[in-house]
């Protein structure tokens, strides 16, 4: 684990020397448009403005941010996208339906950003997948002072374990069905679907919500789109429906799907 963490750290080390050596020489591409150039450049100038190097990230904190972007962001949307096909094979009448939208708004086209917005069964679909299958079913907090939470008195420093899943599968907050898949739930977005509480929290909640909400929905959205457009699929019969959190939720046997050229 530790060689591991060692070979990530040098390899993202060796990635941010060039680019700053790049950036020195004045040398201007395409690679300074992604988010490593643009938290380099942010970086540097906040340097710059106060002469001196007591401001601005280190090198060391650099890396941690471009490993927290990198693991937040990969999993997470790559596991929702896994459950949504799962849930849409053992759905097949919401596939149906969410096929029809994308080709109604995009007919042939490759899906573009104007058009993800008005994809509202696959952002219904989307947001019950992630209710069901929150990739973070848990998330962690530490109280900073003592706090008196209902009849606990808890003192400075305890980790705190949000349970997400729960909170979406509780029947008071969600019904009677709330173990079921009804994206119909969220057919007038999540304030309707949750009575304004905080019972919907894929994300988080707070001022530490997941900063890649919206483009992970985006993400979502255009990967979905793209596929319905292409194919229909169904569960292989060796599919063994048994879901397991590894810091995120996967499908322990994995996903085995057949796809179907459209
Ligand atoms: C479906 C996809 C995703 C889910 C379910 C998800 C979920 C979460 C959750 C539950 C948190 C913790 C929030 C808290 O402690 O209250 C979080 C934090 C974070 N997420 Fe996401 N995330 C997703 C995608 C992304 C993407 C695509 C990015 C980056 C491009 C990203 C970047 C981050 C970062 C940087 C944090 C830490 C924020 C902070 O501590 O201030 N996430 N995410």
Redesign the pocket.
Known sequence: MLEIEKEIQTTIRCIIDKRLMAMKAGETSNNNEDFLGILLESNTKEIEQHGNKDFGMTTTEVIKECK??YF??QD??SV?LVWTMILLCLHPEWQVRAREEVLNVFENEKPHFEGLSRLKIVTMILYET?RLF???PT???TNKEEVKLGELNLPAGVILIVP?ILVHYNKELWGEDAKEFKPERFSEGVSKATNGQVSF?????????????N??MM??KMAIAMILQKFTFKLSPSYTHAPVEVVTIHPQYDAPLLMCKL
Request: hydrophobic share 50%; charged share 10%; proline share 12%.
């Open positions: 927290l972007f937040a962001g997470t949307t929702l992630l929150p990739p973070l998330f962690g907090r997400a929290i894929p994300f988080g909640w707070g001022p530490r919500i997941c900063i890649g909400q483009f992970a993400e979502a």
